[in-house]
């Protein structure tokens, strides 16, 4: 389906922001040379750079809503692309010299069966991050500025405008402009996850066209040169917060782009949610896997946004407690369309469960609501008749139910 084959009523009815990155991506969809791409990039960056530095907005967010709705896949990665790439670099002029600045993380994962800490660090921890940092990953002669903790998803930006503000905020403490902290969101009540992701975030800058990260200055093999930049850091990394993770078993992602490690360790975290959540029944609960039924449903609002995974015994369809399994990608988004070019994901989620023990999965067809509970905003997950319920322990056992990613 082209842009031409939306409704043009639909395009009507939105906002000119919002119409105007339409245009530049159908553009840049039907542009056949590299010259002609960097001239419609152009015009999205100055409009991006409007969009991000005005007031708060989610006009990027809409516009990727309406192609995702119209199943517009080619423009939605386009303009994803472009927007992840314009929130998390930057380039600004310093003493004469033009800097490239990059938001980039460092990202862990962590599982247990007990609560995860937030990831405070002290000056100490946080001095020799930064440190190792240095010698390990971070090109020589480029500046570079961390928030001063581990953060979660809830703390971090929840739309392209507030990716860029931090991006703007480290680069000036880079620079030793400013100060003052990047703003980090702080949610009424803290996560209760037992599986989820920490992240070291920082801004590294270098002059145009020079190299950002230690293994962009080899000249050998590039490869065995990024795997060892990468084995160094993590094993400072590990050294450095293992304490902070007290019984809890952790993963370490390679330091990367913002937007590329947000997905990374989604995908990492993904199995470990199923791995924590069963271990937990099993140790907690005192359920085994045998005597558990699991019910996975897709669930969105116009597309497939997540996979939602129910927990019920054998003997009861009341849901017990739940998983989420975030979609990542369009693509993922359309894999339930697609039988032949796509990887089926609620096979891969009862392939995961049948490793751990259960055998009892079923896969419901259609798409449920992503619906969450009015008191505590908690999602709801599926029983055995597609029910969507609030996850409820059984009055004998006395512990609250626990939310996984």
């Known amino acids: ?97 033009l800097y490239d600045a990059l938001l980039f993380s460092a990202p862990l994962t962590a599982w247990t069966r007990y609560q995860l800490p937030q990831g405070e660090l002290k000056p100490q921890q946080h001095k020799e991050l930064e440190e190792s940092l240095r010698a390990t990953v971070l090109a020589e002669g480029t500046m570079c500025a961390l928030l001063p903790n581990l953060v979660n998803y809830d703390e971090m930006p929840q739309t392209y405008q ?101 997905r990374e360790s989604d995908r990492e975290i993904r199995p470990l949610a199923l791995k924590a959540g069963i271990t937990w029944l099993q140790t907690a609960v005192k359920l085994s896997p045998d005597q558990l039924r699991a019910v996975i449903v897709a669930c969105g609002e116009e597309q497939i946004e997540e996979y939602r995974v129910g927990f019920s015994t054998i003997s009861s369809p009341t849901v017990i407690y739940g998983c989420i399994w975030p979609v990542l990608s369009q693509e993922e988004a359309e894999s339930s369309f697609h039988s032949d070019d796509h990887v089926d994901i609620p096979d891969v989620i009862a392939a995961l469960l049948s490793t751990l023990g259960l055998v ?43 939310q996984l990613h």
Request: proline letters at 5%; charged letters at 20%.
């Open 360 to 402: 009892q999965i079923q896969r419901l067809p259609g798409l449920h609501s992503t619906e969450t509970c009015d008191d505590c905003n908690a999602p709801f997950f599926p029983d055995i008749n597609g029910e969507m319920q609030h996850p409820e322990l059984p009055d004998e056992i006395d512990l609250d139910p626990v």
């Open 1 to 97: 389906m082209s842009m031409s084959q939306l409704n043009s009523k639909l395009l009507a009815q939105q906002p000119k922001e919002i119409q105007r990155l339409l245009n530049y991506t159908d553009a840049l969809v039907r542009s056949g040379s590299q010259i002609e791409d960097r001239y419609w990039q152009g015009l999205t960056a100055k409009l991006l750079d409007k969009l991000y530095s005005g007031r708060r907005n989610t006009a990027v967010e809409q516009t990727l809503e309406l192609l995702g709705s119209q199943q517009q896949s080619q423009h939605y990665e386009i303009l994803m692309e472009l927007a992840e790439s314009h929130a998390e670099c930057q380039q600004i002029e310093h003493e004469g010299v």
């Open 162 to 262: 507030q990716a860029y503000a931090w991006t703007r905020s480290l680069t000036a403490q880079a620079l030793g402009r400013s100060q003052d902290p990047a703003p980090v969101n702080k949610p009424e009540e803290a996560s209760s996850l037992l599986a989820d992701a920490r992240f070291l975030i920082g801004v590294v800058m270098a002059p145009v066209g020079q190299a950002l990260f230690r293994w962009q200055q080899s000249s050998d093999n590039l490869q065995a040169e990024h795997l060892r930049c990468v084995e160094q850091w993590v094993a400072r990394y590990s050294a450095i917060v293992t304490p902070l993770f007290t019984g809890c078993q952790l993963q370490f992602l390679a330091p990367n782009a913002y937007y590329m490690n947000n």
